[in-house]
């Protein structure tokens, strides 16, 4: 399976702090994406990352990707207590198109 | 939002009887999506669609059947229900043209309970 893998599980932080959160994977990708998901809603999507990216920023989100660990991370800087949410990887094999999704960092905004 | 909507919203049912779930969208996107979503399994693809008529299985398509006669309707039909698919589901779609064209639009998803 590629399934991205979301390490930590979970994460609690201090209001103004940043967050990261990182996606490793295990086979060739077309492009990675992270979603976040508030408690009882839908994902939206956040940012897309390609192969040939290293780096991609997004108002206070950055995310980069390294192909070569199968890795990517998503930084969330100054954190505020509306981005306590899930966050989620997901992969696009290049093998078949295929996007899967992984088990998702719960993330926990502290006042 | 994009144009998504996931009929029922909530829904409780016994075992053994057949449940369709109906996704809809107003978008013109080309691709679908059901995704069934569990305590510590994340998202998993249950089948897809890329046009009307064509559909194919995800990683979890047992026991589940799908429909696609129209660009805007996905049906996700549960031919005998079984506890095990007591889940969140999620209807997605995709496929705008240019720099979204991989990204996803969710539903707001059907909470379904199989007693």
């Known amino acids: 399976s590629q399934q991205g893998e979301e390490d930590p599980q979970a994460l609690s932080i201090q209001e103004g702090e940043n967050a990261t959160m990182n996606c490793s994977y295990k086979t060739s990708i077309n492009n990675l994406q992270w979603y976040r998901q508030n408690s009882g809603r839908g994902l939206v999507h956040l940012i897309l990352?390609?192969?040939?990216?290293r780096e991609k920023h997004s108002g206070r989100l950055r995310v980069t990707l390294d192909t070569s660990k199968k890795s990517s991370s998503l930084l969330i800087t100054a954190s505020r207590a509306a981005d306590t949410a899930s966050y989620f990887c997901a992969t696009e094999s290049s093998r078949d198109d295929k996007i899967i999704f992984g088990k998702g960092t719960r993330l926990h905004i502290l006042p | 939002d994009a144009g998504i909507t996931q009929s029922p919203r909530h829904k409780v049912t016994e075992t053994g009887t057949p449940v369709t779930l109906r996704c809809h969208q107003t978008?013109?996107?080309?691709?679908m999506y059901w995704y069934r979503q569990d305590p510590g399994h994340g998202l998993r693809l249950i089948h897809y669609?890329?046009?009307?008529?064509?559909?194919d299985k995800g990683e979890v398509s047992d026991g589940y059947s799908v429909s696609r006669s129209k660009t805007e309707d996905f049906l996700l039909t549960l031919e005998s229900a079984t506890s095990s698919q007591t889940s969140v589901y999620f209807c997605?779609?995709?496929?705008?043209?240019?720099?979204?064209?991989?990204?996803?639009?969710f539903g707001p998803g059907t909470r379904l309970t199989v007693l």
């Open positions: 997605a779609i995709s496929g705008t043209s240019g720099a979204h064209y991989n990204e996803q639009f």
């Open positions: 990352i390609r192969s040939n990216e």
């Open positions: 978008e013109n996107h080309r691709y």
């Open positions: 669609s890329y046009g009307v008529k064509d559909t």
